[in-house]
């Protein structure tokens, strides 16, 4: 069975070499919290077309920082590269194990998203929002290597 929404096997290693630094990156600017890095002066003609922080400020030329942005679009690219890469041999089993990761990430995501609507409430709830960007392909891409390539190691002994 073909299946045309995976693209090429060699599009896998890009996207371990996007997602893994994005993720401890992610991870390091959420803890260390350092925004000061990528520094842009946004021109004016182009300031007017872009959300700001300070969108109805008076600066002429707005200063944005893009660090948090390239994260972002690094693990999300990266994570969905190796979520829809083929494997070297695709076959009926790995279409399975797909499935079954993208059901396993949807229900997961979903009930955390259910959690965390009723335990979090106002400005914490954006950064909840900012996360369930990124977990159903966490948790998919997680799950679907470690049935692929974890599991059988340990299901060996």
């Known amino acids: 069975m073909k299946n045309k929404l995976l693209i090429a096997h060699r599009w896998k290693i890009l996207g371990w070499l996007l997602a893994v630094p994005a993720f401890i990156g992610g991870i390091s600017f959420v803890l260390f919290n350092f925004p000061e890095y990528l520094q842009v002066t946004v021109p004016e003609w182009l300031a007017h077309f872009i959300w700001i922080e300070s969108f109805v400020s008076d600066t002429p030329n ?37 499935l079954e990761s993208f059901q396993w990430a949807f229900l997961v995501n979903s009930m955390l998203l259910i959690a965390f609507t009723v335990f979090t409430h106002g400005s914490p709830f ?29 299901s060996k002994n």
């Open 62 to 98: 707005p200063t944005i920082y893009l660090l948090d942005e390239v994260i972002a679009l690094s693990l999300l690219i990266g994570l969905l590269l190796l979520a829809f890469s083929k494997e070297k041999v695709e076959d009926e089993w790995i279409q399975q194990v797909r």
């Open 126 to 154: 954006l950064s909840v929002m900012v996360y369930n960007m990124f977990t159903p392909l966490l948790i998919f891409v997680a799950r679907f290597y470690y049935v692929l390539y974890l599991k059988p190691l340990f």
